[in-house]
């Protein structure tokens, strides 16, 4: 695959084998199965960004332990089960600070809530997204800014008739000693 995939398989790799576990072990802290494992330390594929909390989560790592320096164009992301694309547009390893670029399609959006660590501020830079946060939804316009807590689960979910582009600027507050 790619050099960004196979830096984060390895990173991956290395964790996990200082924590001393089998790839099924760490499959079943992180909710992910065993092929899947052994697929991303390949370096066969890249995790999404909501896997790749849910492994940092499980490892007891940061995110950004497990991202590698990210070149000039970009780090494409798979697709998000809600249909849209994630592109980590600067930040990387061990980096306080992680800047995305989500592109998603009318319709479309996070299937299932998420959360993670850290604060997080979203620029909607075309469209009209809904982000909701427990029972409250928030809808920002292009031109428009929000600041939450991504420690309560959300999702973003596009309202428009155009693809919405939203750019996200999160933080890692999570630190490796938190386990």
Request: with cysteine; hydrophobic share 40%.
């Amino acid at each position: 695959m790619t050099g960004p995939a196979i830096q984060v398989g390895a990173a991956v790799r290395a964790v996990r084998t200082r924590h001393g576990w089998s790839m099924r072990e760490l499959a079943r802290r992180a909710g992910v199965s065993q092929p899947f494992i052994t697929k991303l330390e390949r370096g066969d594929m890249l995790p999404s960004v909501a896997t790749l909390y849910d492994l940092a989560h499980a490892l007891g790592v940061s995110p950004s332990t497990l991202l590698p320096d990210v070149p000039g164009a970009g780090i494409e992301m798979p697709d998000a089960p809600g249909g849209y694309t994630t592109r980590l547009l600067a930040g990387g390893a061990d980096r306080a600070l992680h800047v995305y670029e989500l592109l998603i399609p009318p319709g479309n959006g996070d299937a299932e809530p998420f959360q993670h660590p850290g604060e997080e501020v979203a620029v909607v830079l075309a469209g009209v997204v809904l982000c909701t946060q427990e029972d409250t939804d928030t809808e920002v316009g292009a031109g428009g800014s929000l600041t939450l807590d991504p420690g309560i689960p959300h999702r973003w979910r596009n309202k428009g008739d155009v693809t919405a582009r939203v750019l996200l600027v999160c933080d890692d507050l999570h630190r490796d000693d938190e386990h």
